[in-house]
């Protein structure tokens, strides 16, 4: 089985680029979030889409970071312009929608590493 | 807002030993549920173990197992018999449901993580 796709594994670019980050979750899967993981403050929740919505987004930085959905097979994470304390570990994780039972697993994709010059 | 601590950044255990690492938590809720989750050095994160918080039972999956003290809000993961293989991060993350959001509505929370070092 495929699991959660991210791309790219590795980004290296130079501060005030635009940067951005994808991912594709596991097939049937509604539930779609981002992380990010730095030592300084360990796996931090970004954002989180069901359906493709974003339902919350409260964990997002700031303004320079967005998150797109656009449809059930993809979303991206962009940071612009980027600055250097966004180096971190990005990951993207998908599970089926929770039931009130909020027994369903996520599944994590790979992560994307990046680091800003 | 919701807490999560795990108070060992680091910890060792020869290999086929046992250890336990600490997780506690702070919650006014009475409905959630618990994880672990591993993260080795290819940085996958690996579902380990969860824990339904209306369960009295510790869950358990084969090495793993958990001590879930609800009124004491610990959730406390024991590996037994070590291996190499389970030297990695390990993270502790509470989950609960956020009120009038609907089904998938939920607010995940996780501690900073305990890194294992298992020696051979």
């Known amino acids: 089985d495929a699991g959660v796709i991210q791309s790219p594994r590795h980004e290296v670019t130079e501060m005030g680029q635009e940067v951005t980050l994808r991912c594709k979750p596991i097939?049937?899967?509604?539930?779609l979030f981002w992380y990010r993981q730095t030592m300084m403050r360990g796996l931090e929740l970004l954002i989180y889409?069901?359906?493709?919505?974003?339902?919350?987004d409260s964990g997002m930085p700031e303004d320079r970071f967005s998150a797109k959905m656009p449809n059930a097979s993809f979303s991206t994470l962009k940071i612009q312009p980027s600055e250097p304390r966004d180096s971190a570990v990005y990951f993207c994780?998908?599970?089926?929608?929770?039931?009130?039972?909020?027994?369903?697993?996520?599944?994590f994709g790979d992560g994307t590493r990046l680091s800003i010059l | 807002a919701q807490t999560v601590t795990q108070s060992q950044p680091e910890m060792s255990v020869q290999e086929a030993e046992t250890v336990t690492l600490s997780c506690t938590y702070d919650?006014?809720?009475?409905?959630?549920?618990l994880f672990w989750y591993k993260q080795p050095p290819s940085r996958q994160m690996i579902l380990v173990i969860r824990?339904?918080?209306?369960?009295?039972q510790n869950a358990t999956e084969n090495r793993f197992s958990v001590n879930f003290q609800k009124a004491a809000k610990s959730f406390s993961l024991k590996i037994s018999d070590s291996q190499l293989g389970d030297t990695a991060m390990y993270f502790c993350?509470?989950?609960?449901?956020?009120?009038?959001?609907?089904?998938?509505?939920?607010?995940?929370?996780f501690g900073k993580g305990t890194k294992l070092s298992v020696i051979p």
């Open positions: 919650t006014s809720e009475s409905n959630y549920y």
């Open positions: 097939s049937g899967h509604n539930s």
């Open positions: 889409f069901n359906n493709n919505v974003p339902i919350d």
């Open positions: 993350a509470f989950m609960k449901t956020l009120a009038g959001g609907g089904a998938g509505s939920y607010q995940l929370t």
């Open positions: 824990q339904e918080a209306y369960k009295q």
């Open positions: 994780a998908s599970s089926p929608i929770l039931s009130t039972r909020l027994n369903q697993p996520q599944h």
